[in-house]
Nanobody, 128 residues
Framework: QVQLVESGGGLVQAGGSLRLSCAAS????????TGWFRQVPGNDREIVTS????????YYAESVVGRFTISRDNAKNTVYLQMNSLKPEDTAVYYC?????????????????????WGQGTQVTVSS
């Protein structure tokens, strides 16, 4: 069983930055493909970014390209989402997700149903 705990959300002005953390337990992040999703009330949960088990393949939603960066610290068993140049439309609850995959996999996952494990979410609010 994998547990994921997000942190780092908060209120920030437009143009500012935040770094979200997703601490994993139960398995090492190096054995997982992971992703960040976000959701606003009334909307479906949408992919923000995802990274393959190897770390060699990364996907970014078009809306965050050039502004957000996913990274992973295997020693801390944590996945990060660095968010720069934040916009009011980035306001959402952000979720970390993970899925077990085979060793050497370079595949990233972008659909919610691809993932087996989810964090509780952290609120990000960007004021204009």
């Amino acid at each position: 069983q994998v547990q994921l705990v997000e942190s780092g959300g908060g209120l920030v002005q437009a143009g500012g930055s935040l770094r979200l953390s997703c601490a994993a337990s139960g398995r090492t992040v190096a054995s997982l493909a992971t992703g960040w999703f976000r959701q606003v009330p009334g909307n479906d949960r949408e992919i923000v970014t995802s990274i393959s088990r190897t770390g060699a393949s990364i996907y970014y939603a078009e809306s965050v390209v050039g502004r957000f960066t996913i990274s992973r610290d295997n020693a801390k068993n944590t996945v990060y989402l660095q968010m720069n140049s934040l916009k009011p439309e980035d306001t959402a609850v952000y979720y970390c997700a993970a899925v077990r995959t085979y060793s050497g996999s370079n595949y990233y996952y972008t659909r919610t149903y691809d993932y087996d494990y989810w964090g509780q979410g952290t609120q990000v609010t960007v004021s204009s």
